[in-house]
């Protein structure tokens, strides 16, 4: 971990910046990510002054590090290395903040993303740029110089005390273990480059899980019910309330499910559209239920990644909190991480919402 001033021979920053006016930003690397190489922290060291950039290469330095963010007061911090990074970050520091943390009660940063990750769902989200050129250095000294467009409040899922953008039990959990599995057994050597990020996806799809549902079933027995706390909302192809609401309580619905998702974000990674409706309504997490074939989805992948498919098997719902339980065990995966295998989860929104650099340009 470098708290201190980064320091190298070769990783001077231009002394022709002026910065005193500026507004201090924290840059924030995982030096564990494929796309976090030298070039890219030597290009960052020339607009980033030395003691405003960081690198992590384990969870003790992540937690460091937001000590050192929190105690210095930046107002805005950006994080390069994927989702998993960003909401680590993101969780040590509103655990820091928070009635039993070190630093209760102090006022959370803004969080800025640089696109630095493999499937990169929360930076689509805010239209980050890419690294091509000089995208993610523009992005940076934009917000060091005040010239950011808006910024969007963003809710997040409560997992396993843990805060996250999304999480599910079925098929897009058997995808990430199989994933992993095709990363941690095929993806040495020779075949790192090809078995990992969309390579390793397509891998991992077409060589473990398409093979298992050919001769395992993907639907399984399964409950869904509203939390205590709140009404729910049942959801049409358009986004909007279909019905009454339902009451704290209810079942939302009960029967074979090959899926149990929810978000507090459109977009999984690479661009998938999964919760088109999951920024309609303040404090609440879209819950989608999937009763489609594998058949489907392949026959309609171009609308269903775009978030334009609305089949009879979709239902989606408008939730503040709901457990989910499955009569076995399902794969299971949390902000796009393998989790291994779940029947039951509670998903809940979090008490606090963040605030994301949004290159969108909407102020929400």
């Known amino acids: ?208 899980t398409v093979p298992h549902y050919l001769t395992n079933s993907t639907w399984v027995e399964c409950e869904v019910v509203n939390g205590p706390s709140s009404e729910a909302y049942r959801l049409g192809p358009d986004g909007q309330p279909q019905g009454a609401p339902l009451a704290p309580g209810d079942v939302l619905f009960r029967g074979k499910l090959m899926m149990a998702a929810a978000g507090t974000m459109p977009f999984y990674g690479y661009g998938l559209r999964m919760f088109p409706f999951s920024c309609g309504r303040r404090g609440f997490m879209q819950l989608r239920l999937g009763q489609v074939t594998p058949t489907q989805v392949l026959a309609n992948l171009p609308r269903m990644w775009a978030g334009r498919w609305f089949p009879e098997g979709l239902h989606d719902f408008h939730v503040r909190e709901a457990t989910i339980r499955f009569a076995r065990p399902m794969p299971f995966q949390v902000g796009g991480d393998a989790a291994g295998y779940r029947d039951q989860v509670n998903l809940s929104v979090a008490p606090e919402s963040i605030e994301l650099v949004d290159f969108n340009g909407a102020l929400n």
């Not at 009635?99 to 980050?128: C, D, E, M, S, Y």
């Not at 969007?152 to 039990?169: E, I, K, N, S, T």
Request: net charge positive.
């Open 1 to 208: 971990m470098l708290v201190q001033p980064l320091r190298s021979p070769d990783l001077r920053r231009a002394p022709s910046a002026d910065v005193s006016v500026e507004p201090k930003v924290a840059v924030l690397l995982n030096a564990n990510a494929r796309k976090v190489d030298a070039r890219v922290v030597k290009s960052l060291s020339h607009v980033v002054p030395e003691q405003d950039l960081f690198l992590s290469r384990s969870e003790l330095d992540g937690r460091r590090i937001a000590q050192t963010v929190l105690e210095r007061g930046y107002p805005m911090v950006f994080t390069g290395g994927g989702d998993g990074t960003f909401m680590g970050f993101v969780n040590e520091v509103l655990q820091q903040v928070g009635p039993r943390g070190r630093f209760a009660g102090q006022p959370v940063p803004r969080f800025g993303i640089l696109k630095l990750g493999t499937g990169n769902g929360i930076a689509n989200h805010v239209n980050a740029s890419g690294t091509r050129g000089d995208g993610i250095l523009n992005d940076v000294l934009r917000a060091r110089t005040g010239e950011v467009p808006g910024f969007r409040p963003m809710d997040l899922l409560m997992v396993d005390g843990q805060r996250a953008p999304f999480a599910g039990l079925g098929v897009d959990g058997k995808v990430l273990n199989d994933y992993i599995w095709v990363k941690e057994n095929l993806g040495k050597g020779l075949f790192k480059s090809v078995l990992t990020g969309s390579g390793g996806y397509f891998s991992a799809v077409a060589c473990k």
